[in-house]
């Protein structure tokens, strides 16, 4: 069965700090894709990456990046330099390749102090 | 603009009263979905639909309803079945395997 685990509710951080979130996944199946969402206050789930099973690069887009370890079933997600903007919760999500459903795990709500 | 639409942002509700949730998208995607979100939980599935005139249930589909009897409309009926409806209800859609794209969601309250 799949199941996508985020092990932190929340989290708070002083602006500037680096912050890491956790994602844990569980799927029988060999190829699948991995996700981040945002979802500011807004409400809006915001894409901001997809990583297939087949591909363990790390991922760093601007400030953002993402480490993906099939050896440990994890897709961790790490704010560089955070910003008050980057207050939002975060959901990871997992999806297997022969079904159109994500599933997603319950997210970690981020606060970035001033 | 293409993107997904929902109204409305914000919708009150009798008890005893059935609604529809609006979803439209101009993203010329085969596939949309429905989800409801409860404060601190994640996304659930209430109904998917594949193709025009098509749709499976979700996980929570009890007390649910919806149609696609047109590509870029997905909406959702709340049934008066439904007993707690009051959430966060969010639409999304797809092209291809996997990345859903959402709308801004429409928060639904019942009085």
């Known amino acids: 069965a799949q199941k996508v685990t985020q092990a932190q509710t929340e989290i708070s951080v002083v602006e500037k700090e680096d912050v890491t979130l956790d994602c844990v996944y569980e799927t029988r199946d060999t190829t699948y894709y991995l996700f981040w969402y945002k979802q500011p206050p807004s409400g809006e789930l915001v894409f901001l990456i997809r990583?297939?099973?087949?591909?363990?690069q790390n991922e760093i887009s601007g400030r953002y990046s993402w480490n993906f370890q099939k050896s440990t079933s994890s897709f961790n997600f790490t704010i560089t330099a955070s910003q008050v903007v980057d207050s939002a919760v975060y959901f990871c999500?997992?999806?297997?390749?022969?079904?159109?459903?994500?599933?997603f795990g319950k997210g970690t709500r981020l606060h970035i102090l001033p | 603009d293409g993107g997904i639409t929902q109204s409305p942002k914000y919708l009150f509700r009798k008890e005893g009263q059935n609604v529809t949730l609006s979803c439209e998208q101009n993203l010329n995607h085969d596939a949309m979905y429905w989800y409801r979100q409860d404060p601190g939980q994640g996304l659930r599935l209430i109904y998917y639909s594949q193709i025009v005139n098509d749709f499976q249930k979700g996980d929570i589909a009890e007390g649910y309803s919806v149609s696609r009897e047109k590509k870029e409309s997905f909406p959702l009926t709340v049934t008066s079945a439904q007993k707690n409806p009051t959430a966060f209800y969010l639409c999304?859609?797809?092209?291809?395997?996997?990345?859903?794209?959402f709308g801004p969601g429409t928060r639904l309250t019942v009085l």
């Open positions: 990583r297939n099973s087949f591909d363990e």
């Open positions: 999304a859609s797809s092209m291809g395997p996997n990345t859903q794209y």
């Open positions: 999500a997992l999806s297997e390749f022969r079904d159109d459903k994500i599933i």
